[in-house]
């Protein structure tokens, strides 16, 4: 399998590293410090039609596949987590639910928008009591005989891109029944944002990922109608594995970028800053330091784009994305803190690039799945079970 890029990948390559480093760098560290949602920036990332990379032209996507996706989020995530992970979530988590299993109507209303940028969507899966036995979700619908509609109560929560003035959707799972033996039978509905009975709360305080929205939501009674049900009932839980099996590659191409930014930043770093008479970048701990780094974003981007391609030819994915998912946030957290030491007493100084990839790369090992999650999943593959 040859792992470099196309002419066309190349040139995304290049628009997207072109835009990370003229319009993000110079502006998302005040957003990050504000706490603050970076529209201007989304926006342009809309018009550039980075929201719609992966979708069909039919429905206003760029008809791309997944491997431009990792391309675009690798080149954000080399300057900013928060940006890369509101792009992820709105492609893999907001959108591809809708283009997998949505129904014409549903597609035909809700992709061009979500392409275009003009609304973001999200998927609400983890709930209080659970993120990782997801089958234990609490969240319930129930149909209302006399109207049809469903009757939604439940909470959710870390739930990303949920709370801002352009989030248009949630696609929650809940239980909407038992199988004969007891079993729940979990479902994904639609919700479009301002429904009554649906309220969203306050952003959390967060240790990184400042600049994205990330909201607990509250279910109270929400009716939708019953044309609002997302592919069959009953095949939520196949539906978001599959999510998030996709979703993990993304990840792993976010986390690449991260680590290639730590390194990045620490070649520059070592080249500018002096101590005992010579350049840091000079002595042999800091070369070895930043050769490691290297060795490992490399290693980690060819682990990426290796599930990318499996995904994109249609054949299994899901050992080698959590393979890549797991590979790629250790190093993105090993990577994040050298870069951290190689710039002394300013890598803990926020306005220093690496502080924040500091802080962004924790939750890369516990998003979408946690490492302990992708090792589950690798050793399943294995044929190891019980
Ligand atoms: C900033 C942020 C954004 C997020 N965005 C979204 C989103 O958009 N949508 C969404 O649905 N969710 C989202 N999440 C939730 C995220 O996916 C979960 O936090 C994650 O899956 C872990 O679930 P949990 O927090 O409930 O941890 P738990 O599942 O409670 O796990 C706690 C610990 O126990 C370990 N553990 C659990 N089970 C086992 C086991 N069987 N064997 C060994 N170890 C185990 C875990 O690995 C972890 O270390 C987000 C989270 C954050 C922090």
């Not at 191409?253 to 970048?281: M, P, W």
């Not at 490992?296 to 393979?323: C, N």
Request: charged residues 25%; contains cysteine; proline residues 4%.
């Amino acid at each position: 399998m040859d792992h470099r890029l196309s002419s066309e990948h190349e040139e995304l390559r290049r628009t997207v590293e072109e835009f990370a480093h003229d319009v993000v760098a110079p502006k998302i560290g005040d957003f990050y410090e504000r706490h603050e949602f970076p529209y201007e920036i989304v926006r342009e990332m809309g018009r550039m039609g980075l929201f719609g990379l992966p979708f069909p032209e039919e429905y206003g996507g760029m008809g791309g596949d997944y491997l431009a996706l990792g391309i675009a989020l690798e080149e954000l995530a080399r300057v900013d987590s928060s940006v890369a992970i509101t792009l992820e979530a709105g492609v893999s988590l907001g959108a591809m639910p809708l283009h997998l299993f949505g129904t014409e109507e549903q597609k035909a209303e809700w992709l061009p928008r979500l392409c275009s940028g003009e609304v973001l969507g999200a998927f609400g899966l983890t709930e209080p009591d659970g993120g990782s036995d997801a089958g234990a979700t609490r969240t319930t619908a129930r149909v209302d005989e006399a109207t049809g509609e469903w009757v939604i109560n439940g909470t959710k929560c870390f739930i990303t891109n949920s709370g801002t003035d352009i989030t248009g959707l949630v696609t929650v799972t809940a239980v909407t029944g038992r199988s004969p033996e007891g079993k729940p039978q979990i479902s994904s509905i639609i919700v479009p944002s301002g429904t009554p009975g649906f309220t969203v709360a306050a952003p959390y305080s967060k240790v990184g990922w400042n600049a994205s929205d990330t909201r607990e939501l509250h279910f109270d009674d929400v009716r939708v109608p019953a044309a609002n049900l997302l592919g069959e009932q009953g095949r939520g839980f196949a539906q978001f594995l599959r999510i998030l099996d996709e979703g993990r590659i993304a990840i792993a191409a976010l986390a690449t970028g991260l680590a290639q930014g730590c390194v990045d930043e620490s070649v520059k770093y070592a080249k500018e800053r002096h101590a005992f008479g010579r350049n840091i970048g000079s002595y042999q701990a800091i070369q070895f330091k930043i050769a490691d780094m290297e060795m490992k974003a490399h290693t980690s981007r060819l682990a990426w784009r290796d599930a990318a391609s499996r995904l994109v030819s249609g054949e299994p994915f899901k050992k080698e994305a959590a393979l890549a998912k797991l590979y790629s946030s250790t190093i993105a957290v090993d990577n994040a803190r050298e870069a951290t030491q190689i710039h002394g007493g300013y890598g803990f100084m926020n306005e220093y690039p690496v502080a924040r990839m500091w802080r962004d790369s924790k939750i890369l090992e516990i998003g979408e799945g946690t490492s302990e999650v992708q090792r589950m999943l690798i050793a399943r593959e294995l044929g190891l079970t019980g």
